[in-house]
């Protein structure tokens, strides 16, 4: 039985942050879930992580990091929700048009797939974002990325139809999944 707590990271757990970041940029699926190739990030300063560290632990510039430590210390998983402001331009350069969660740098480690955790992590995201009172959570998702989105699905993510294309000479594509607050669906 796997036993684990989510919880939001703290600002002196940078370390912690680098190192399952890192292992993350690893994965065989990385180049398709992450924006961010393992040499760049390992590049970066202890500076930059620290910082990182501490502005998602406290969740004031609108970004929260969880994990999900095992009974054993060891960090399971992880994901990151950013707010994105309405009026504002995201990072594929589409118009937000309302108040919302962002989750990027979705992670599990490979023994701990399939067990729930995943869930677990998107749950205290979305949550996290309800009590900021956001009306959706969004995510993007590589066309290829099956794994990923069965797991976006199971967690009730659906597409919205948006196409993020890739760019950089490949006709490969990234797919909008969101989850409406159940209130905001209704009115």
Wanted: glycine fraction near 10%; aromatic fraction near 10%.
């Amino acid at each position: 039985m796997y036993t684990y707590v989510v919880r939001a990271v703290r600002a002196d757990e940078w370390v912690s942050v680098k190192e399952l970041r890192l292992l993350a940029l690893r994965d065989p699926v990385a180049p398709i879930a992450f924006l961010e190739t393992y040499e760049v990030a390992a590049a970066r300063p202890d500076s930059f992580w620290q910082e990182r560290a501490a502005g998602a632990a406290e969740g004031t510039d609108g970004v929260r990091q969880f994990v999900a430590e095992a009974e054993d210390g060891q960090w399971a998983g992880t994901v990151t929700v950013l707010v994105e402001e309405a009026g504002t331009v995201d990072w594929a350069g589409f118009p937000v048009e309302r108040r919302q969660g962002h989750v990027v740098g979705v992670y599990v480690r490979d023994e701990w797939r399939a067990s729930g955790l995943t869930r677990a992590l998107l749950d205290a995201a979305v949550d996290w974002s309800w009590e900021l009172g956001l009306g959706r959570v969004r995510l993007i998702v590589h066309e290829k990325n099956l794994r990923a989105q069965g797991a976006y699905r199971k967690a009730g993510f659906i597409p919205s139809g948006r196409t993020v294309p890739m760019g950089q000479g490949t006709a490969e594509n990234e797919y909008e999944f969101v989850l409406e607050r159940p209130e905001a669906s209704d009115r």
